[in-house]
């Protein structure tokens, strides 16, 4: 099994831009590409997820100037269906070159979309950069709203940034006080679709970046294809971004290998197990 997926490269790396990493998640690389590639011309676009309508709810947007995409900075870890703009950003927005962020199974949906576009004629000939942020699991509003307010007793109006990390859920508020709980006990929030999930590093991206593996303030990033190099070392060369070889970085990818073979194995088990659910008949595999 290839766990983290074809890459041409990895490395561990960061903005250059204060003003970026600021509020971004980790390195800032998604928010530092998109702007990057919006100023160059490489895209005219980006789906990235907005300030939905509650507090920390995220919202699909076409980002089309700076302001809207560092707006959208930080991760929120509560679902945020990106690829239901995808059509309007080319058919209402007029976007040739689009850009889009996402998980592992938007990126996926992408792709999908790209080789079967039912539903999406000249559209999927539009995309230019498809970034993908990995991830271990994800959870409805309402499950995010009660890990932060009933586990961390933070209330969303006073939170700054949430994380996962270190086997922890992390809360940070304006004020600087930090609440953090064990991830054993934000299981039973999951979304259950997240349980037959085998993609944890966005393999099929053309750049696909996490904070597992690189020190606080600094990302992992796979080079993938092409066209992700071809745009990566342009960006790199504009000095947008610091870089260092992954070898040098502790923990580097000894411990994304370890991740995302734990959580390919434990969401194949499950998928064993939901063939054999019913008696006598199982439950749907999508894989087959
Ligand atoms: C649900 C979830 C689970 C994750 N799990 C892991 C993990 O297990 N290990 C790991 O290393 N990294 C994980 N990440 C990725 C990590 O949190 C950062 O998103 C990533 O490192 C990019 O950081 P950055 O500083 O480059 O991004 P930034 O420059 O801060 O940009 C982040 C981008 O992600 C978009 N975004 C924010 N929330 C969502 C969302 N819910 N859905 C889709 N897009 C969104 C933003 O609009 C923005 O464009 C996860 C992310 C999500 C959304
Ligand atoms: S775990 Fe998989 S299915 Fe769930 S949000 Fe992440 S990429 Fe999508």
Known sequence: MDYLGKYKSAVAARSTSAEVLRCSQDGGIVTSMFLYA??????????????GEKPWQP???VATTPEEILSSRGTRYNVCPNMSVLKESVRKYG?????IVGTPCQIQALRKAQLYPVGLRDVCDKIALA?????MENFSYQSMTQIVQDHCNVDLHSLKK?????????AYTNRGAVSQIPLKLTHKYEQPGCHVCLDYVANLADISTGSVGSPDGWSTVFIRNNNGENIWNKAVAAGIFETKPIESVK?????VTKLATEKITKNQKELEHRATFGVNKGLRNPYI
């Open 131 to 135: 970034m993908g942020i990995f991830c």
């Open 59 to 61: 919202k699909p947007i």
């Open 38 to 51: 919006l100023e160059e011309g490489i895209i005219d676009g980006a789906i990235v997820a907005g300030q």
């Open 251 to 255: 923990p580097g990818l000894e411990l």
């Open 95 to 99: 976007l040739d070159k689009v850009g």
């Open 162 to 170: 949430t994380d996962i990390g270190k086997g922890k859920y992390w």
